[in-house]
């Protein structure tokens, strides 16, 4: 039919042109803020792009349902200005009747949305885990970049070293700043390698010296040493601690219902019924008068968006503190959201008539 493959078309060209410009913006803002984390040494510098791969994959199901919620509304907005609308309702075609072909564009991005949030969405976030919990667990002295003085993980010393190869666990030239509880420990060595027994590792100096200085009665020592071992608290690799409920798969949360567990379910769930509910909310607020010299209704439409998503979240931490059960959180939120829908519809289908009926009663 004419009517069903205009809107589509309409609506498919305006969903790709909005996920582009979202896409940027939001990738770039992504980016910035691994690059970030990098520099502050939460994440390996190797693994930048991974992160943000998967912080991108965890987050696109909202990037597409706010396309697709702006595609509709500014598609259906500019076909309420060019007059378009008027000629498909003198048709007898009425807005209830624009759902059909918008669920029909719609659907495969209500698929990708799902796979996203039940599948996509935990295997990024245990990935993304589990490389920051390993970065965590490497060696102070590993950690440490050639020619750069690096924290260490507890924030009670502070490294430079020269290596040949940022991998190699040799080490020379090396200055090791602590600070101990009543004053600080300045040593430096003319090398150093890793020694890993059981559990613990330790640092050998080589060849170098050592000056305490005490803050309570500013006494310095200074001892010169050919071989001086530090224990360095980290341990070797081990496995992956508890994982957070939203790096759990969808199975795992469903079959151990505690209150965390479920507050998850009702923010994975709340999102694959709020981009369904969106596609029904976006064409009744996409209603504009073309009379009007300005168009409100895409900033009422996204200042909708950002509540309603805000309200997925207050529902995911009622839930996980137990104020709400999960069922009761699915159905108050996104329930009394399809309604709303539903009764925006009627209203703008029967709106015209309305209007007509005190004249109606005046004039008899």
Avoid: C
């Avoid at 410009?21 to 792009?49: E, K, W």
């Avoid at 309702?89 to 209500?110: H, T």
């Avoid at 970049?145 to 430079?160: E, L």
Wanted: proline share 4%.
């Amino acid at each position: 039919m004419l009517f069903d493959s205009t809107v589509r078309r309409e609506l498919a060209r305006s969903f790709g042109a909005t996920l582009v410009v979202i896409l940027t913006i939001v990738i770039t803002m992504f980016l910035l803020r691994t690059v970030r984390l990098a520099a502050l040494g939460s994440v390996s510098p190797q693994d930048v792009v991974l992160v943000l791969g998967y912080t991108a994959l965890g987050h696109l199901p909202t990037m597409l349902s706010l396309s697709m919620f702006v595609a509709i509304v500014v598609t259906l907005g500019r076909m309420y200005r060019d007059s378009e609308m008027v000629i498909w309702f003198s048709g007898g075609i009425g807005l209830a009747r624009f759902v059909r072909p918008v669920l029909r564009m719609a659907w495969p991005v209500l698929l990708v949305a799902a796979v996203l949030l039940l599948v996509v969405w935990p295997w990024g976030n245990r990935n993304s885990f589990d490389l920051r919990d390993r970065y965590a667990q490497r060696s102070d002295l590993s950690r440490v970049a050639p020619g750069v003085f690096q924290t260490s993980s507890d924030g009670k010393r502070v490294f430079f070293i020269d290596r040949d190869s940022p991998d190699s666990l040799d080490a020379r030239n090396v200055f090791v700043l602590t600070r101990l509880p009543n004053g600080e420990s300045l040593t430096s060595a003319r090398s150093g390698h890793l020694e890993a027994k059981g559990d613990e590792r330790w640092l050998v100096l080589e060849r170098g010296q050592r000056n305490d200085f005490d803050d309570k009665t500013g006494d310095r020592t200074l001892a010169s040493f050919d071989a001086y071992r530090v224990l360095v608290r980290e341990q070797s690799a081990r496995e992956a601690e508890t994982r957070p409920p939203k790096a759990l798969p969808t199975l795992e949360l469903v079959r151990a219902p505690n209150a965390r567990n479920q507050g998850e379910l009702a923010w994975r769930f709340g999102m694959l019924l709020a981009t369904a509910n969106l596609l029904l909310l976006g064409v009744g607020l996409a209603a504009t008068n073309p009379r009007r010299p300005s168009n409100w209704n895409l900033l009422f439409a996204l200042l909708g968006f950002f509540a309603y998503f805000n309200l997925i979240n207050l529902s995911q931490a009622w839930v996980g503190n137990g104020r709400l059960s999960l069922g009761a959180a699915l159905a108050l939120l996104h329930g009394g959201a399809f309604a709303l829908a539903l009764a925006l519809l009627w209203w703008r289908d029967h709106a015209a008539v309305l209007r007509l009926l005190p004249r109606r009663k005046l004039s008899t």
